[in-house]
């Protein structure tokens, strides 16, 4: 079975500082990790995902996400955020079976950018 | 290019009834997913279908069907609907079941149970 917590519900930030979004995973086989923005009534799109390779992944929208499998983390960062960043982010992640791929979502963080 | 397209976008029923919800991918895409998102969770896997397959299934009872039509276009139905079956459903295509493709995801169809 696989799960994924992400750490905090809401995370206020001012505009124009840091921000990281925390998300550890368990599983007991190789995953797939994503990261999803949703803004208000819209469905999710992909931000970025770790498949292989470098553990540092960039994304769209300057957004960056660190896959560390010591500390079973996917953790997304932004240097520098937007009023438009307002939203919620999900963290989800996928393994192999029977053919085909079953996504486990993370319970999502409300993002919330203050002027 | 159209992105994947669900309909209605909002929908009202009554406990008891049957509801019908509808989902078109995007064009080049076999692979159509259903999710249920209760307000405040993440998304819930209910359904992956692949070239009109059933490839999928989450932890749902079996008032919750599917179908995957021979344009790949899929339909979510739900029997006999609770209150608590009160929420966004999501549609989202992808290319193919290769782990790691990406899912595109629709707006979704609001469904209040009353």
């Known amino acids: 079975a696989q799960s994924v917590t992400q750490l905090d519900s809401q995370v206020p930030v001012f505009e124009e500082a840091p921000v990281e979004l925390r998300c550890n995973y368990s599983s007991s086989v190789s995953v797939y990790l994503f990261w999803y923005v949703q803004y208000p009534n819209q469905g999710l799109q992909l931000l970025l995902k770790y498949l292989s390779g470098s553990t540092l992944v960039k994304g769209i929208n300057g957004f960056e996400a660190e896959f560390n499998k010591s500390q079973t983390s996917f953790h997304l960062r932004k240097p520098s955020v937007h009023i438009s960043d307002t939203a919620e982010y999900f963290c989800a992640v996928t393994r192999s079976s029977g053919g085909s791929y079953i996504p486990t979502f993370g319970r999502g963080t409300s993002l919330i950018v203050h002027p | 290019d159209a992105g994947v397209t669900q309909s209605p976008t909002h929908l009202i029923k009554t406990r008891g009834q049957q509801v019908t919800l509808r989902c078109s991918p995007i064009?080049?895409?076999?692979?159509v997913s259903w999710y249920q998102q209760v307000l405040g969770q993440g998304p819930q896997f209910i359904f992956q279908?692949?070239?009109?397959?059933?490839?999928g299934r989450g932890n749902f009872p079996d008032r919750f069907s599917a179908r995957q039509f021979p344009n790949y276009s899929s339909e979510l139905n739900v029997n006999a609907l609770l209150l608590g079956d009160s929420a966004l459903y999501l549609c989202?295509?992808?290319?193919?079941?290769?782990?790691?493709?990406?899912?595109?995801f629709g707006q979704g169809t609001r469904l209040t149970v009353v």
């Open positions: 279908y692949y070239e009109k397959e059933e490839r």
């Open positions: 064009s080049g895409h076999k692979s």
């Open positions: 989202a295509s992808s290319k193919s079941l290769v782990d790691g493709t990406e899912a595109f």
